[in-house]
């Protein structure tokens, strides 16, 4: 299969750094910790040191990139946000806060995990290196090349064109990558506006608490009920914190197939811009065709300019006719190349055989993610219940 | 000080006053307020007593009863949702319900039918049935005072709305009055001095509850009282009212502060029920466009849909049960502070008078007149009845508060109740499914002619003559035309 044994990979740390950038400016950042153990050793239940360098942030969207100009007909597993969005007001949006830092490492061993498991992706060369060499591995990406083909397909991704057989399939799954896009935002931005308002429900109980406390200083039998009630309600108050920040593992999990779309919808452009690239071939080569027959048999079957000219100043000598033919046989033998090359280019099968593997991906993580948060809402309504029911038995000794 | 009278005391209401003996003074004296009181036409102009009311039959003394009660009270069990039912004074059931709209030319107004139960004799009937509208409620409390200035009316719901903000015939706002009426009917029927006042019996008994008529003569009796000449100023208030006072001021602030936070969660709540709808809807339409997503979407949102009903119920409740009841208390307390500033102009009329009266007998050996004797024995009897409405008021405030908020844990307790039901039914329908389909994905079988191979992780991708290609099953029709 490959040279390389199966590895067990986990990001295991995050750490500040601080360094001059590009442009000579001071700055921090953040590395992380990417550990791996051969698994055969794992296994033979030896407990080897696992072998360790540091990466930042960056380097694994230069790790990304490449991927997605060498696979173009594979759906990425996508990072972590480069920014923390859909933030609801408590949470922090900066990218030093240690909670985004934190989600962000867990995201990026998700990354890795999810990319060394991948049928395909696993046996490239350049992640290998990425998980082994510290030094050396951006020499090795920059030297693929890759950038030049990054350039031109991240032009030619942006651009509109019309393809006139188009695969119904394709669209369809592209068509689905657009509503999947859209669901998880809408998602995510109506989650973050729940959380905010249910954070504001419980935080607001917290009076309670105090006003009970007030109270109780003036009564005599009730008291002692009112001020333990009190105490119930701030606990009410503060449990709301814990919930939400569970709360935030469903939302990266959201987070993750929304950027997956993109990746689909990208596999899916792609092979739309090379059949569109295949369709210009295969004209092009047709009409060279068509012009050899004409100068084969001297029939001109449609109006050309060359045509009109040769009526009007007469026909052209028989050596710059040979000339010509010349030319344009070995223009259309390029040409059957382009086309053969253009209709393995577009990966059909490769490409439709991932897009199976991603949909099942998705329907399971999804589903396990349903019943996720299915579980965080019964465990939270569970504490309801105990804190109200506490506060009851409370108010029944006031 | 003894509880000698004797249980029941206050059924019997046969006894004339001067045999029953006041809690609050020595045990061996009876009260002496004089034959006065008893007489029906309130001839006495000079001083407004205990009771005040001159009725047939005296009153029994308030305390005794209270005392009995308030050991009553303690044996009760904390879930008596009627702190009033199991006294054993109990001969006088009222009950306002059944609102009916009402329009005639002039105007547009709800009333209510009170239902009286009794076996008491002041009554010619067992039954009575009537329809009293706000205004009438509010006469009988206008009278109450009135004729016992020295007693806590219970409070009215509030009697202007404001036309434009809320509807005074919507359903929810007819029901939160009618419930405050109720209260306020029981607590006077349930008062062993007012409860035999005339103008209740009136209220509860007239086919016409005819306000002009005939009781004007109560009144007179109750203006003396009122009408306490300005001037006295009050020396030393005594410690057991400087409590009163305090506690009742700290309480309102409490009261208030309460009622704030309770509209203030019933808004975010609001606002929480606004967002948690929309998120329901999104689960929703994203269920439109997913496959084996679809049923476990619709569940989520369906989950949603079920937490929004019940938030909605609990906020409801809370509206209608909750706030009335704080605001009827506030009301109450205001009240209060009236009585306790009409027990100090009584104490301070009393001091004044005396003072004047020792004076001048020091100038020319003028006795003490009755009046100052008459003064003093009004502002103890004022003392006496504010105690003991006071500790009666106390524990009622209890139970209400007790009731009150065991309720509003009851009313939060149901609702997460309700949602983690419709959350683990959900896990059940989730996780069901995630069988099924495991079991299905493990096998290579022919459906409808399209082949499930499972890939395993490391393997290489398909060469174009791998014989490896998936196709979806179900509506979309995925199914790929490039056959290799």
Redesign the interface.
């Known amino acids: 299969m490959d040279d390389r044994a199966a590895m067990e990979i986990c990001v295991a740390e995050a750490e500040k750094r601080s360094g001059k950038n590009a442009v000579s400016m001071q700055e921090t950042f953040t590395v992380y910790l990417i550990e791996t153990r051969p698994m055969d050793a794992v296994a033979e239940g030896h407990n080897p040191a696992p072998d360790c360098l540091w990466r930042r942030y960056s380097e694994f969207e230069l790790l990304r990139n490449y991927l997605i100009v060498t696979y173009p007909y594979i759906v990425v597993p996508p990072l972590p946000e480069k920014r923390a969005e859909f933030v609801w007001h408590k949470l922090s949006a900066d990218n030093m806060d240690p909670d985004f830092v934190e989600r962000r490492r867990v995201g990026l061993e998700n990354f890795l995990l999810r990319v060394a498991s991948h049928p395909v992706l696993c046996n490239d060369k350049i992640l290998c290196y990425f998980l082994t060499e510290e030094h050396g591995w951006k020499e090795a990406v920059y030297e693929t090349g890759f950038q030049a083909k990054a350039d031109s397909r991240l032009r030619a991704l942006s651009a509109t064109f019309r393809v006139r057989n188009p695969d119904k399939c394709f669209m369809e799954m592209k068509h689905y990558s657009d509503e999947l896009q859209s669901h998880t935002s809408q998602l995510l931005r109506a989650r973050a506006r729940v959380a905010d308002r249910l954070y504001g429900v419980f935080k607001v109980h917290g009076n309670y608490g105090r006003v009970f406390s007030e109270w109780s200083a003036i009564e005599k039998e009730m008291g002692d009920g009112l001020q333990s009630a009190g105490h119930h309600m701030d606990a009410y108050a503060a449990s709301i914190d814990d919930i939400l920040e569970e709360e935030e593992h469903y939302a990266d999990q959201l987070k993750e197939y929304l950027f997956y779309a993109e990746a689909l919808r990208a596999v899916c452009r792609k092979h739309e811009l090379t059949q569109f690239e295949l369709e210009m071939a295969s004209q092009d080569l047709i009409s060279k065709k068509q012009q050899r027959e004409e100068l084969a048999t001297g029939i001109v079957r449609t109006f050309s300019f060359k045509g009109m000219t040769n009526k009007l100043f007469g026909q052209e000598a028989p050596e710059q006719r040979e000339a010509r033919l010349k030319l344009l046989e070995d223009l259309i033998a390029e040409g059957e190349e382009t086309v053969k090359e253009k209709t393995i280019e577009r990966h059909v099968e490769k490409a439709w055989v991932d897009i199976q593997r991603f949909k099942e991906q998705k329907d399971k993580d999804l589903r396990e993610a349903l019943i996720n948060y299915a579980v965080m809402q019964i465990s939270m309504c569970k504490k309801g219940i105990q804190v109200w029911s506490n506060a009851k038995e409370c108010f029944l000794k006031m | 000080m003894s509880i000698s009278a004797p249980r029941g005391l206050a059924s019997s209401g046969q006894k004339p006053i001067t045999e029953i003996l006041h809690p609050l003074s020595a045990a061996e004296e009876p009260l002496s307020p004089g034959p006065d009181v008893t007489v029906s036409g309130g001839r006495d102009k000079e001083v407004g007593l205990t009771n005040g009311t001159p009725v047939e039959t005296p009153s029994p003394a308030s305390a005794s009863v209270l005392f009995n009660r308030l050991q009553l009270d303690d044996d009760l069990d904390?879930?008596g949702r009627d702190p009033y039912a199991d006294t054993e004074t109990h001969d006088l059931f009222v009950t306002v319900d059944d609102p009916k709209k009402h329009v005639s030319t002039m105007e547009t107004y709800i009333t209510y039918r009170v239902s009286t139960k009794t076996t008491r004799i002041e009554f010619d009937l067992p039954d009575y049935s009537v329809r009293r509208r706000y205004q009438d409620f509010d006469w009988l409390r206008t009278k109450l005072e009135d004729s016992q200035p020295t007693h806590l009316i219970p409070p009215l719901p509030e009697k202007f709305v404001m036309k434009g903000v809320v509807d005074r015939f919507s359903e929810e706002f007819v029901e939160t009055r009618m419930k405050a009426l109720d209260k306020f009917l029981k607590r006077v029927a349930d008062h062993p001095v007012l409860s035999f006042n005339p103008h209740l019996n009136a209220f509860l008994s007239a086919k016409d509850l005819n306000k002009r008529q005939g009781l004007a003569l109560l009144s007179k009796v109750g203006e003396s009282v009122k009408n306490v000449a300005g001037g006295y100023k009050l020396r030393v208030r005594p410690p057991e009212f400087c409590a009163m006072g305090e506690?009742l001021d700290?309480?309102n602030q409490?009261l208030g502060?309460?009622d704030r936070?309770a509209q203030?969660?019933l808004k975010?709540?609001s606002?929480?029920l606004t967002?948690?709808r929309?998120?329901g809807t999104?689960?929703a339409?994203?269920a439109g466009?997913e496959?084996?997503?679809q049923r476990?979407?619709e569940?989520?949102a369906g989950?949603v849909t079920t937490c929004c009903g019940a938030l909605e119920d609990m906020s409801e409740n809370m509206g209608q049960d909750f706030l009335p009841v704080l605001r009827e208390y506030i009301l109450y307390i205001e009240s209060m502070k009236n009585v306790l500033r009409k027990r100090d102009q009584s104490q301070a009329e009393y001091e004044g008078r005396l003072e004047a009266a020792v004076l001048r007998k020091q100038e020319d050996r003028t006795p003490i007149p009755a009046e100052v004797e008459k003064c003093q024995d009004k502002m103890e009897c004022f003392n006496a009845d504010l105690k003991a409405d006071w500790e009666r008021w106390q524990s009622n405030k209890?139970q209400d508060?007790?009731q009150l908020?065991?309720g509003m844990?009851?009313k939060?307790?149901t609702?997460?109740?309700k949602?983690?039901a419709a959350?683990?039914s959900?896990?059940t329908l989730?996780?069901d499914?995630?069988t099924e389909d495991k079991t299905r994905?493990s096998v290579m079988s022919l459906l409808e002619g399209r082949v499930f191979i499972q890939?395993?992780?490391?393997?290489?991708?398909?060469t174009?003559n791998a014989s490896?290609?998936?196709?979806?099953s179900r509506q979309?029709g995925?199914a790929?035309?490039?056959k290799?």
């Open positions: 904390s879930d506690y700290t309480f409490k502060t309460i936070i203030r969660i975010e709540q606002e929480y967002e948690l929309e998120y999104v689960y339409s994203w466009s496959e084996e997503l476990p979407l569940g989520v989950c209890r508060f007790k908020l065991t844990a009851d939060n307790v609702h997460y109740e949602c983690q959350w683990e959900l896990i989730l996780q499914k995630q994905t890939i395993f992780p490391g393997q290489t991708s398909s174009p490896l290609f998936l196709s979806s979309r995925f790929h035309e490039d290799i």
